[in-house]
């Protein structure tokens, strides 16, 4: 009996490894030119994941020696108090990227306090002024982290983008349309044909199912199935889902959106979750904030 070959398992935490590796030697020029990048990041409520987030972020950035500000502010913090504290880091000279965790509490215009920070500050890279740099093919933006990190993925793991078809499955503006974006640029890392498809998009696995690169970023657990893969594809996973299991001591398990048991006999390689695309945000992230550290370096 021939026993089938598993996919190559792409792995998140040894790629962001290499970035900050390359990250580091990027940080200790800096320092010597005076200059330590800094990162502010905002936290309104007590949400257990965006605080989980906010440590890991906080972490990240004392190990690299990054100058980190962690502002946590109660729920109750109202739209003009936020607003008053992003205008402070906007001018604090010793912070060059700034983030307002996702999602603040229901009375907070997400969209308003996005506008409000200077795009050059703005690491997460929802600005609508980095948005359009995004679309122009301006290298001066900002690109979101998770697109950013899947990219990366891709190039590390030897995966070609330049010609290949690339069905993009959701269009989030946090990672469907920017990843589409990215990867449509005319670049040695873009090149590629993108198909942006939805849970509502007809023919869904026709149409994934022709495609030599598969992004799942649509939020639903397990959605993607091996018949909406060809033999041979990349899957890329960015989903993080709470499924309920009552076999887990904490009454739930972590399932991306691709139902990996059956595509990862199916795909030549494969991102797990967790482990794949998470550690690569995070990584992204420190990225963009010694860009941004770089280039204000440039500007004074």
Do not use: W
Request: proline share 5%; hydrophobic share 40%; glycine share 8%.
């Amino acid at each position: 009996m021939t026993h089938k070959r598993m996919a190559k398992l792409i792995d998140g935490r040894i790629v962001a490894e290499k970035v900050y590796t390359d990250l580091r030697a990027d940080i200790a020029e800096l320092k010597t030119r005076g200059v330590t990048p800094g990162l502010a990041v905002v936290l309104i409520g007590d949400d257990p994941a965006s605080r989980a987030y906010v440590r890991s972020k906080d972490k990240m950035c004392r190990e690299l020696g990054l100058h980190s500000v962690k502002l946590e502010l109660p729920a109750s913090t109202t739209q003009s108090e936020l607003l008053k504290r992003v205008g402070e880091l906007n001018r604090d000279s010793t912070i060059h990227g700034i983030l307002v965790q996702s999602p603040p509490p229901g009375h907070i215009d997400e969209a308003a306090i996005v506008r409000a920070l200077d795009p050059q500050k703005d690491v997460d890279g929802f600005h609508p002024e980095n948005v359009a740099k995004l679309v122009l093919e301006d290298a001066s933006g900002f690109v979101p982290c998770t697109p950013l990190g899947v990219q990366r993925l891709l190039l590390e793991s030897g995966v070609e983008i330049n010609g290949a078809h690339v069905a993009v499955l959701g269009r989030s503006m946090i990672v469907g349309k920017p990843l589409a974006l990215l990867l449509m640029q005319k670049n040695k890392n873009g090149n590629a044909t993108v198909t942006v498809v939805h849970s509502r998009s007809r023919d869904l696995p026709q149409i994934t199912g022709s495609a030599d690169i598969v992004v799942a970023a649509i939020g639903r657990a397990e959605f993607l199935k091996a018949d909406h893969i060809r033999e041979g594809a990349v899957v890329i996973d960015v989903g993080i889902n709470r499924v309920e299991d009552a076999a887990s001591p904490r009454g739930y398990r972590l399932a991306g959106d691709v139902a990996f048991d059956e595509v990862s006999k199916k795909a030549t390689a494969i991102t797990p979750v967790p482990g794949g695309v998470g550690p690569m945000t995070i990584a992204m992230l420190m990225a963009n904030t010694v860009k941004a550290a770089r280039q204000s370096a440039v500007h004074t």
